[in-house]
């Protein structure tokens, strides 16, 4: 089971993908004490600034590594989030950082010009300024088809992560491994009932994510997107970032 953090908060907040530092460190606790074997990878998508502030000092803490995969036009240029020395940052303490695209476009909607940009141009970036290898690629929405997969290979990765918890397979001689998106709402027990799912492929937590695929393809990319947005609160992102923003220039006034 893979594991994946979109932002992490210090007090809770609608934006459905948000998770407080408390309950972030319930679930490290709860992973810490698994076999290794047994224990969930922990990922984070975007390269929000969250994940530096309060993510890393929570791994560090528990003893756990984890993967960021980040947007790379977004690196250095929004307020909220991480910057190349914070980057630099995690690799120097033993996580991972791999591309999660230039600009986050979905790469089903992309021209071949703009999918060439969010492949090729974030892995040249991250591996120039960071100076370390960049070979997994984290999809946008989770968004893949059978010319992105072959896209990716082409771009030189080999490690491809999609938003189907369940999903482990090699395509065109990549590596598609799926995650679990946490949630604001996902608690320790969750995670429980997670892992029990996986070894058992009849397991009813499987059946909704093969549902929402079928939902995919009769409606559309597009629409699934728009439709995606609404549920899920999409809209609470901006709130979180000011929230951030106004934290960081708090601290910064403070004598």
């Avoid at 998106?181 to 499987?206: C, F, I, K, Q, Y």
């Avoid at 695929?213 to 000011?242: C, M, P």
Wanted: glycine fraction near 8%; charge should be neutral; include cysteine.
């Amino acid at each position: 089971m893979i594991l994946t953090y979109h932002e992490i908060v210090p007090k809770a907040v609608p934006y459905v993908y948000s998770v407080t530092r408390d309950a972030f460190a319930e679930q490290l606790a709860f992973v810490g004490g698994l076999s290794e074997s047994a224990a969930p990878r922990i990922t984070f998508d975007d390269g929000h600034a969250s994940h530096h502030r309060y993510g890393l000092p929570l791994l560090s803490r528990f003893g756990c590594k984890g993967i960021f995969f980040v947007t790379a036009g977004w690196t250095g240029v929004r307020s909220d989030y991480m910057d190349w020395s914070q980057l630099a940052e995690l690799a120097a303490e033993g996580h991972e950082v791999q591309a999660h695209g230039w600009s986050h476009k979905l790469l089903t909607a992309c021209s071949e010009a703009e999918l060439a940009e969010e492949l090729w141009s974030s892995r040249a970036l991250l591996q120039e300024r960071l100076g370390i290898p960049v070979d997994a690629m984290s999809l946008p929405g989770g968004r893949s088809n059978a010319a992105v997969l072959k896209a990716c290979a082409h771009a030189g990765y080999s490690r491809i992560y999609t938003s189907d918890p369940w999903m482990k397979t090699n395509r065109d001689g990549v590596e598609c491994l799926g995650r679990f998106m946490v949630r604001r709402t996902t608690s320790t027990a969750d995670l429980g009932r997670l892992l029990e799912a996986e070894n058992r492929p009849w397991h009813p937590l499987r059946l909704w994510h093969p549902a929402k695929r079928t939902v995919r393809a009769l409606i559309g990319d597009r629409f699934y997107q728009h439709l995606w947005r609404k549920l899920g609160s999409w809209n609470e992102r901006d709130h979180i970032a000011q929230e951030y923003v106004n934290e960081a220039a708090g601290r910064a006034g403070k004598p």
